[in-house]
């Protein structure tokens, strides 16, 4: 071996092997700084996702955080055990064929999640089944016959005729959504849902002449003749006459104070929740105005960035950069009014107005009560001696028990899952703000001019 061999291979290593080694070393060392980078990289992206993922969770998900002590929601609200449920949709071919308004009514299967204030079809993935379609004609016959056949029962008020706003989409959208709210409280009354009136309803064979002719549940005659040892007499007459001779105010039960006591609450709910949908309207149209304006100033900054503006082109980087942050930050805040008006606002204006609706239907049930009880002081105040003032006496006596029983029973029932719904609109109402502060806040505070 030479002296040059024995000094490169001088501790057992070659300089060669040296070089390697601190090659590798070098390697080894920027392999490392890039998985540091890397790990680095990933995790700031693991934490963009994660605040994406908190921020549309906070959107999409906020009624986990809107819950009552009983933990109770809008959402979760159950008016009913049932699992079905009857879908309305407008059919778009029908209703292009006629001058009027075609309804199509879908009954949903095994819906176990369902919401009755908030359905939506192209959200469910259950078993359907087209039961029938309807006018809206058909279901101001059916309620008018609801209100004669069923005076003891609450169902909400139908939607108010608007023959003018026929074509007007917003309307005939509220209109379905107020039908489709409707059809479903009678769908889960537990009297109504099994009589043969809502069943030849939703049947596919509908002939509206068939209710034309059913019989009213508390019926009364006024003048039936009646025979006794003095041959034939006007039950009429004899009513007259009992009723100014010595009429008798009748002996209130408990159940009949108890409903008669809360008819100014529930008008007074009405008036109520009138003037809060009113309040609410002006706020939303105040949030549309807000986004409308932010737009404005994000598209005038756009128009001032274009390629036609040599200056701002020119300028620093750190001036284009505010001029482009200006623009996110006035697009962000449109975008949040945008996305809390649609989930938040949107949302309570329907709620509250379902609110009105079973208000409103509960008050007419007690007027409906009242003229019952009209009726029951006349046919107790009449001095007959027949057989058949006996009879309805004792037919009255029947009914009136009927109907305060079911009325109140219905009344306490609307009554609490009015007042659970209100109260979460409140609770929504004070989120929303408090949201929409949040956000814009948060938005401001994300540029770097602040």
Do not use: W
């Not at 092997?17 to 890039?34: A, P």
């Not at 199509?104 to 359907?128: A, G, T, V, Y």
């Amino acid at each position: 071996m030479s002296e040059s061999d024995n000094s490169d291979n001088f501790g057992g290593k070659s300089v060669d092997s040296e070089e390697n080694d601190n090659n590798n070393l070098s390697n080894n060392t920027k392999k490392d700084e890039n998985e540091i980078k890397d790990e680095s990289q990933k995790k700031n992206e693991n934490d963009k996702a994660n605040i994406k993922k908190e921020q549309q969770n906070s959107l999409t998900d906020e009624r986990k955080i809107i819950n009552l002590n009983n933990g109770n929601s809008i959402s979760s609200l159950q008016i009913n055990r049932k699992k079905d449920v009857i879908l309305i949709e407008i059919d778009e071919e029908k209703t292009s064929r006629n001058k009027y308004t075609v309804y199509q009514l879908i009954e949903l299967k095994n819906n176990s999640n369902f919401n009755m204030n908030d359905i939506d079809s192209k959200n469910q993935n259950n078993e359907k089944s087209i039961l029938c379609y309807r006018r809206y004609s058909d279901f101001d016959k059916f309620y008018n016959v609801l209100k004669l056949r069923y005076p003891h029962c609450i169902f909400p008020r139908l939607s108010l005729k608007g023959f003018k706003f026929n074509e007007d989409k917003i309307f005939l959208e509220n209109r379905r959504k107020e039908l489709q709210y409707f059809i479903n409280r009678l769908y889960f009354h537990e009297e109504i849902s099994k009589s043969e009136e809502f069943k030849h309803f939703i049947n596919s064979v509908f002939d509206p002449q068939y209710y034309d002719n059913l019989p009213k549940k508390y019926s009364y005659p006024e003048c039936e003749k009646v025979n006794n040892d003095k041959g034939y007499f006007s039950l009429g007459m004899n009513k007259i006459k009992g009723f100014f001779g010595n009429a008798k105010v009748h002996n209130q039960s408990e159940s009949e104070r108890e409903i008669l006591k809360r008819e100014d609450e529930f008008k007074n709910k009405v008036t109520k929740y009138n003037d809060l949908l009113k309040e609410i309207k002006i706020l939303y149209e105040s949030a549309e105005e807000t986004k409308k304006e932010y737009k404005i100033i994000s598209n005038n900054f756009l128009y001032v960035k274009g390629d036609n503006n040599k200056d701002l082109e020119n300028d620093e980087d750190n001036c284009k950069n505010i001029f482009n942050e200006l623009i996110d930050l006035n697009q962000n805040i449109s975008k949040i009014y945008e996305d809390n008006t649609k989930i938040y606002l949107m949302d309570i204006m329907d709620q509250l107005n379902y609110c009105i609706l079973d208000v409103e239907g509960i008050n007419r049930a007690i007027e409906r009560f009242n003229n019952f009880i009209k009726e029951y002081e006349k046919v107790n105040n009449t001095k007959n001696a027949n057989k058949y003032v006996s009879i309805e006496k004792s037919k009255i006596e029947k009914d009136k028990d009927e109907f305060e029983r079911i009325l109140l029973n219905d009344l306490k029932k609307y009554d609490k899952e009015n007042q659970q719904i209100y109260e979460l609109i409140i609770q929504k109402l004070i989120f929303y703000i408090h949201k929409i502060n949040e956000e814009e806040l948060k938005a401001f505070n994300n540029t770097s001019f602040n």
